[in-house]
């Protein structure tokens, strides 16, 4: 129900632009306006959602340990994974964000003792993230000619270093292939591994979908109906500088994947696709485990009603005293308590 | 040929289709792991399962000794005998054998190499294992009683000897 | 009355229903439940809705605004806890936690997978919390909050023992144990709870530990330890209780003053401290390492905390020492020092033997037991004889808490290796930061759950096995009074020639004391190596 539902929404939205344009010449609409809107849900929205993340204190310092502590000086301690100040969580949260390392964690190189020998690599949702997200950071990055002028340095660097490997014409980038193999990978996992199915919801499928769909729109703009570059610059350039312009001639097929990017800009920040953010916000990621040697203050802390010693020794002096216990009071000072006779 | 050699001779294919059976009475997203994960200690009930089910049917088609045999069954029905499957079906798989051998034994009994007196017997052999297997289902759960009792003694055992009553 | 099953019936019979998560409601039945929370510790914590019920009955007896209740309790969380907020929002279910649970592992039920642990309460936010949810509800994965979810919750939340293996291996370090923390609060705000946790945290809150002891028995235990390790060596400890002006607080879990092998524990330490000297002080009103309000909610947690400052600052020790126990070190990690500090009227922890000074423990003012004893083998403090342990071939569990919520790996292994000349590690993914829950642990260890644990802990237990085979291991040694009652039970079931040992219980073995007469058995009166003979003989 919730493939065929999010697909059937990712279907609409083409349809949508593909009418929209092709048919009522809503150009300026698809090209200008919902794209202008996008960002600024986008934006907004990211930072109305970590806003509203960082509006909630962090009362205890909970980090997950996931090595030796600091502790007596002949201990090594294990810094990235036990981290004990902000520079070495800075260094965790690091190869978390850059490397995935929770996720890399998943299973380990094993060569089996059994019947017979064979490796197990089981990094495949490891690898398969990473090369998606690094991907997509390249193709954004490349994207970023068309908001600049001039391009700066390292856009025209990654670009080169992205069409290394010259296939056709114009040349093949090495991420958009990547890219679109990883979310098919994405996609196909939760579909067929059945513990994934069972646990997946429309709102897994539909990012992934959309995705799919956004770079099989790219690619056809690109090597396909080759649209031209220069105009899709004129219009990116016009939304930004707040002087929108829709240039004659750019293909529907252009307008469907601006689309969909509006689309998914829109839905981010509503959806599960702010792990993006909330990863630097996780409590039990990026905080030092120092509670033991550093004082830490919950905001919010207030006072409870404890059983205090005097209302233990008043419930319990008799048999204190005689079992030779020290008390505060002794038994001629303090009023007598009949509880002692009512305890079970 | 006996039976049990004909059965021996298929027993990969044999072993393969009881573990499927086996592992078929837990939910689908459960069956995946257990199947498909290698490591014996990301996967015990699924490495259990996998490596008694290839003890069982070589004993059980070779000397068939009730001795021998109880370690083995204990490697799965300790198990199951401890999740959530009523005590018919925790042991269900035993009595697979006897459709599972007649599929594997298509072939030969359809050419007439086994008879049917023979396939009784094996039905009869069959029936004695499960019988053995519920031996075994009683005995795990009578020491999972016996696992609670001990607790709970032990709990309060100091008391007990503080009173001077142990 | 169930019909006999029909030949092809039996073929096909699953043990669990096929169908989607939120369309299966839990089914209650003897073994995969804990007893509720009786009335009178209810109200002896002052917690809400006190009444006697059962989860097999239709009525679980809430208040009628329980909706209201839990929804407010809900909203009040997400605002005080951004781990909660975040929790809820940032998983993208993508597997990694699935199989990483031992109760999953061990029982097949698919809600035993961390992610859908989460989910059962992630689909009440969604419908409640969010936009999306309230206008396309199940579409996105959101659902009402009714009495059947929230039995649903009662299950799953008190069928994980927040042991966050699975927090290790997600890529956004969603913690299992902080959802089921937060699951937990809200089914106490209506009264549901079970009385293995409320009972306990009853009894520490009046009578200063879990079990309830009174002071004159808690003295009167410990004393009659004194006994029998005089009967072993001939020593004759001299403990103290609540005395003012002692050096150190000693605080462990009450579980090892009354369970076996715990107490074996117990005695290691009171042969420890007097073979040292050290100048230290039990206190009956702070009796308990332990902390069941940690199952409960924050604010039990906290109350239950709080006696062991007080009692410092009370008898004016300089520092407290903490014994063996698991989640006790959690909460003293990275809760009391933030709940009940700043403890400024106690001192650094110095070792008064050697001068170390523990700076790890700066402003908390307490330290481990074994981290003290590791120092003190480290400066050649103490005359082990490791031989009297060679009847024993040792493996060690890391426990959940000390492993994952403090990262306390290497201490406990120094002392071992020192105190005992055969050890063996279980396979790696098993054990320090990937180590498997004894499956008991969060208020779990109670016997009317002894189905469910033995499935949880199955993973533990196959990988003590694996060990036992290879290398002749039967000791397991641990350091948390939970482990060592239930890893017991566990072991007698799964690996029944394992035995189940506290690390003190072994240094206290070889400990070499001044004066001792000759040792023919260890603390349980099991004969020592190459003393067979003569203990048969004395019949301890």
């Known amino acids: ?344 | 040929m006996a039976i049990e050699q004909y059965l021996l001779k298929h027993k990969k294919s044999l072993a393969g289709q009881w573990f499927d059976l086996l592992t078929g009475t837990y939910p689908l997203e459960t069956v995946r792991l257990l199947k498909k994960e290698t490591n014996q200690f990301a996967n015990p009930v699924g490495h259990a399962f996998l490596t008694a089910i290839d003890e069982i049917l070589d004993e059980f088609l070779g000397q068939n000794s009730a001795e021998a045999m109880w370690p083995l069954l204990d490697k799965v029905i300790r198990i199951r005998a401890i999740q959530e499957f009523s005590p018919s079906s925790s042991l269900v798989f035993i009595f697979d054998l006897k459709m599972l051998a007649r599929g594997v034994l298509e072939e030969e009994l359809a050419g007439g190499l086994i008879d049917h007196g023979e396939l009784s017997d094996f039905d009869r052999k069959v029936e004695a294992l499960a019988l053995l297997a519920f031996d075994v289902y009683m005995r795990c759960r009578e020491n999972l009683f016996e696992v609670r009792m001990t607790e709970l003694k032990n709990r309060t055992n100091r008391l007990l000897k503080l009173v001077g009553n142990e | ?540």
């Open chain 1, 1 to 344: 129900m919730g493939i065929r539902f999010s697909l059937v929404a990712v279907v609409a939205l083409v349809l949508a632009a593909f009418l929209g344009v092709g048919t009522a010449g809503l150009n300026h609409f698809f090209g200008v306006t919902v794209p202008s809107i996008a960002l600024v849900v986008f934006l907004g929205g990211v930072v109305f959602r970590v806003l509203k993340w960082g509006r909630s204190p962090v009362p205890f310092r909970i980090p997950t340990t996931a090595g030796q502590q600091k502790t007596l000086s002949w201990i090594p301690q294990n810094k990235l994974d036990n981290p004990s100040t902000k520079m070495q969580t800075v260094g965790r949260m690091v190869l978390e964000v850059l490397l995935f390392r929770s996720l890399f964690r998943n299973t380990k190189f094993e060569i089996e003792k059994g019947p017979k020998l064979y490796y197990q690599w089981e990094k495949w949702l490891w690898l398969a993230s990473l090369a998606f997200h690094y991907c997509f950071l390249v193709i954004l990055i490349r994207h970023l000619r068309f908001f600049t002028d001039p391009v700066p340095f390292f856009v025209h660097d990654i670009e080169r270093l992205d069409g290394f490997f010259q296939v056709g014409l114009p040349g093949l980038y090495l991420t958009d292939a990547i890219f679109m193999l990883a979310v098919t990978y994405l996609l196909i996992r939760r579909l067929i591994i059945p513990q994934l199915r069972y646990i997946s919801l429309p709102q897994d499928y539909f990012p992934l979908f959309l995705l799919f769909t956004i770079g099989t729109t790219g690619i056809l703009t690109r090597y396909f109906t080759k649209v031209d570059l220069i105009k899709v610059k004129q219009l990116a350039i016009g939304i930004i500088s707040f002087h929108p312009v829709v240039p004659e001639g750019i293909g529907v097929i252009f307008f469907i994947h601006l689309f969909l990017v509006s689309t998914l800009l829109i839905y981010f920040p509503f959806s599960k696709l702010m792990h993006a953010g909330g990863i630097f916000l996780s409590p039990t990621r990026n905080l030092p485990n120092d509670s033991r040697f550093k004082r830490h203050v919950n905001p919010w802390n207030y006072p409870v009603k404890v059983h205090t010693y005097a209302e233990y020794e008043d419930h319990f002096r008799e048999k204190m005293v005689e079992a030779g216990l020290p008390v505060e009071k002794e038994l001629d000072e303090a009023p007598v308590t009949a509880q002692n006779s009512t305890e079970g």
């Open chain 3, 1 to 540: 009355m169930a019909k006999v099953p029909k030949p092809n019936e039996l073929v096909i019979e699953h043990g669990f229903p096929q169908t989607g998560w939120m369309d299966t409601p839990a089914v209650f039945r003897p073994g995969n439940f804990s007893y509720p929370g009786k009335a009178k510790n209810l109200q002896a914590l002052g917690l809400p809705n006190p009444r006697e019920w059962s989860p097999l009955d239709e009525d679980w007896k809430l208040p009628s605004n329980w909706k209201q209740i839990i929804l407010e309790g809900m909203r009040e969380r997400l605002d005080k806890f951004r781990s909660f907020k975040i929790f809820m929002d940032i998983c993208v279910r993508c597997g990694a936690c699935a199989d990483k649970c031992h109760f999953y592992l061990g029982s097949g039920d698919p809600k035993n997978m961390p992610v859908l642990r989460a989910e059962l309460l992630r689909s009440v936010y969604r419908k409640d919390f969010s936009l999306a949810g309230r206008i396309m509800g199940k579409m996105v994965g959101a659902r009402d909050l009714t009495e059947d979810v929230l039995k649903e919750w009662f299950m799953y939340f008190f069928q994980c023992t927040e042991c966050r293996r699975c927090s290790l291996f997600c890529p956004y370090g969603i913690d299992t144990a902080e959802v089921t923390m937060m699951g937990r609060e809200l089914l106490n705000l209506v009264g549901l709870n079970i009385d293995w946790v409320v009972g306990p945290a009853a009894n520490c809150f009046n009578n200063g530990n879990h079990l309830g002891i009174q002071p004159h028995a808690f003295k009167d235990m410990i004393e009659f330890f004194v006994d029998e390790i005089e009967a072993v060596n001939g020593i004759r400890c001299e403990p103290t209780f609540n005395r003012k002006g002692a050096e150190v607080l000693f605080i462990t879990p009450s579980g090892d003053v009354f369970a076996d092998p715990g107490t074996y524990t117990l005695m290691g330490y009171l042969m420890l401290f007097h073979q040292i000297g050290l100048d230290y002080t039990w206190s009956t009103y702070a009796s308990e390492g332990g902390n069941f309000g940690m199952f409960t909610s924050h604010e039990v947690m906290k109350r239950l905390n709080s006696k062991m400052y007080a009692e410092a600052k009370r008898l004016g020790v300089k520092y407290i020492i903490g014994g063996e126990c698991g989640h006790m070190w959690r909460v003293i990690n990275q809760y009391m020092d933030t709940m009940n500090g700043p403890a400024d009227f106690l001192e650094v922890p110095v070792s008064p033997m050697t001068g170390t000074r523990f700076d790890n423990a700066a402003t908390t003012k307490m330290i481990h037991i074994v981290e003290f004893t590791a120092d003190l083998i480290k400066n050649g403090k103490l005359k082990l004889d490791p031989s009297r342990n060679d009847h024993l071939v040792t493996t060690y569990h890391d426990s959940c808490n000390p492993a994952r919520g403090m990262g306390f790996f290497e201490e406990p292994r120094y002392v071992i290796k020192n105190v005992c000349n055969n050890f063996h590690e279980m396979p790696p993914n098993t054990i320090r930061e990937q180590t498997f829950c004894c499956g008991s642990g969060s208020g779990l260890n109670n016997d009317e759950f002894m189905e469910m644990r033995m499935r949880g802990g199955l993973p533990r237990a196959n990988a003590v096995r694996h060990v036992h085979d290879l290398h002749g291991v039967n000791t397991l040694a641990t350091i948390c009074a939970i482990d060592r009652a239930v890893l017991t039970a566990l072991m007698d079931y799964w690996v029944p020639d394992v035995t189940v040992y506290g690390v003190h219980e072994l240094v206290a073995n070889a400990l070499v004391m001044d004066g001792e007469t000759e040792r023919t058995t260890d603390l349980r009166g099991e004969p020592l190596p190459g003393m067979e003979e003569d203990s048969e003989n004395e019949d301890v």
